[in-house]
């Protein structure tokens, strides 16, 4: 039955199902109305009451919030009214106090280690209070040197004046260093605009590139850039070549497949150009040289279903990574130039099951490749000359490692990053010829760090079948390990994405409060080897919630914390993961925060206009034409199996612009929520109506976002005075 519409979306608060003492304490939320709404497929029918929530103009709203039809944006104006007069005033100082302390450990005028490309060594710094970064350049030869004469060539703060989100994108100078191009999001869309600068005049040239997505590359001579179109459904669908002298487009490459994705970068020699064109699981690479005017990309191997294989160019070859022929953890292989057909691939390193290759960094007589072994990375050098190997590893129980381009092609020098939960952040030059080690900089915490008053573990939880999984976890060394202390248990687990065991300043404030800081690597992400992310996925996906809920379990066994005094955190895909776990274990979490929560995942993966769905139906199976895919994805759906459960409080957010997760898919989770579940909660959803996916741009207003989430997280976790999420 069709409830009667109040106006712009919202019944009157006398619908809640919250009682008169309640709504005395809290405001009440907004009820958003109901309207049948039923969609049939493959022979199975579906009612989604809140499907009004959805512009059918989402197109347009991307590029320009204020289309946005008016009923919804009243709609999303109350929620967020709701949040702000139940959660963000009550926890006002603690948010406060909050963004102070993570402001505290930021060094204002940071400044990245300058990489040195021909003559010239560049690196992006701050002001002070900037938002944004400034792009600049010094002298190779001074480029250790703080005090030497710099030249300003992008200056983020200014750029960003006037909008109310910012981002670039890609940023790079052409061959000759005379012009700098970038890109930019106003919007949160993920739609760039390209614009190049003389870096010798600093002002902008007449070009300009609309619709474009991220990534772009200059021609060997300087006079072209390859850069992608964006289609009118946020896709990227083929790669142009813009003639700066002409101001001419002509296509390059052009992708008819709606379920892959194009990208394109230039080898670490600077003489190949690649185009991928790729989904999750399936790979095709096409190349060309860099001087060729008017290229004709040539194809390495065609695109098989489920193999995967990346490509760098070194010593005259290509040097290939692919799990061909059963090689799940992946093999390394090389072919020449001239003959890239699979057969004739030559194995140089060969697979190793449970050894991970991630990629690969060449340097002229060095190849360096990244692996991950029983969850930890490690960086394996081979010798151009020779063939002899060596690798670079670390002693931690858990750590992150990640390699940096860092130097010209020619140089012997490998870059590189590491951290781990309690070490800030450092960057080492590594001599490839001596193998000795330079620590280039060490993360400065202004307000003071001491490693030594935190503990780093690395744990393995059984789950449900006996796979054991990886935890990542951090706690001051003062926290007792007896059951009483809170945990904030974060995951995500698709994609393959592994979350690195890094450092990170904000979880300070956690920490140090007493919560311990627990990540889940669960299945779906590559934690463990491919296998892994390949036991998480289609069919398999309930494995990453079982999983995680096994995770917190064994925390509580394990006296780290008590059951209900966890609040669960993910973002994304881990959203996904939020809104499952709280749908099949809601007792176990003290609060959820869902930050761009994947949610609504039926009908999602059932529209074919959006622009992640055909990409993306390899990960989580096609409902259009499966009904194997309908009903597996259907018994997880978070916003589909919402029923009248104990649920925790939970805060839920999303952005207006954000073309990965839309703004509608939290929106409706929320309003599901309250009135299929009146008893659980409080359930707060806060929308970012001038921001995409990441949220709130700017390296200060981001941490605001945090700090709600803390606040929130802090309060659910009862450690907030005069602030009770969950009164009756």
Known sequence: MTESPAPDGAQTPSNTAESADAVATRPAPPVARRIDHEI???????????????????????????????????????????????????????RNELFKEMRGRIKEDDSSVPEIDGPYAYYTRYREGGEYPIIARRAAEHAFD???EETILLDGDALAKGHDYFSFGGIDTSPDHSLIAYATDTQGSEFYSIRIKNTQTGKDQDVHIYSAYGPFEWSADGKRIFWIHRDENARPDSVWQRDLESGEDT????????????????????????????SHTTSEIYWFPSDEADPAPRLIAPRQTDNEYNVAHWDGQFYITTNLDGAVDFKLMRAPMESTSRDAWEEVVPHRPGTLILGMQPQRDYLAIMERENGLPRIVIHAREDGATHEISFEEAAYSLGLDSGYDFNTPILRFDYSSPTTPDQVFDYDLNTRERVLRKTQEVPSGHNPDDYV?????????????????????????????????????????ITYPADFRTSRLSLVDRGVIYAIVHPRGSKAKG????????????????????????????????????????GGSA???????????????????????????????MSDESLPLT???????????????????????????????????????????????????????????LRHDAPNGGPYFLRIEMEGGHGGASGRFEGLKDIALDYAFALAAMGKVEDVDLKED
Not at 262 to 273: H, P, R
Not at 554 to 568: C, H, K, M, P, R
Not at 625 to 634: G, K
């Open 40 to 94: 049939t497929q493959i022979g199975r029918t579906r009612n989604d009451p809140y499907h009004w929530m959805k512009d059918e103009r989402w197109q347009d709203v991307m590029r320009d919030p204020s289309v946005l039809r008016q009923d919804i944006r009243a709609y999303l104006e109350a929620e967020n009214a709701y949040t702000k007069a139940a959660l963000e005033t009550p926890t006002e100082a603690l």
């Open 146 to 148: 703080p005090n030497a």
């Open 251 to 278: 296509l390059v490459y052009k992708e008819e497949d709606p379920g892959v994705f194009l990208s394109i970068n230039k080898s670490a020699s600077e003489e190949v150009i690649f185009i991928s064109a790729s």
């Open 456 to 496: 780093a573990e690395r744990l393995m939880a059984p789950s449900w079948d006996g796979a054991e999984v990886p935890i990542t976890l951090l706690r001051h060394k003062s926290t007792p390990v007896d059951g009483s202390a809170p945990m904030l248990l974060y995951g995500y687990g698709s994609y393959g």
């Open 530 to 569: 491919y296998q892994w992310y390949l036991d998480g996925k289609l069919e398999k996906k309930p494995n990453t919630f079982k999983d995680f809920i096994a995770a917190g379990h064994f925390l509580v066994d394990q006296d780290y914390t008590s059951e209900g005094n966890i609040v669960a955190y």
């Open 574 to 604: 881990g959203g996904l993961l939020m809104g499952a776990v709280a749908n099949m274990d809601p007792e176990l979490f003290g609060g959820i925060i869902a930050a761009v929560p994947f949610v609504d995942v039926i009908n999602t």
């Open 614 to 672: 055909p990409p993306e139906w390899p990960e989580w199976g096609n409902p259009l034409v499966s009904a194997e895919d309908y009903d597996t994805i259907l018994a997880y759906s978070p916003y589909d199996n919402v029923a009248d459960r104990p649920y925790p409080p939970m805060l839920i957010t999303g952005g207006l612009s954000d073309p990965r997760v839309t703004y509608w898919e939290p929106t409706k989770w929320a309003a599901r």
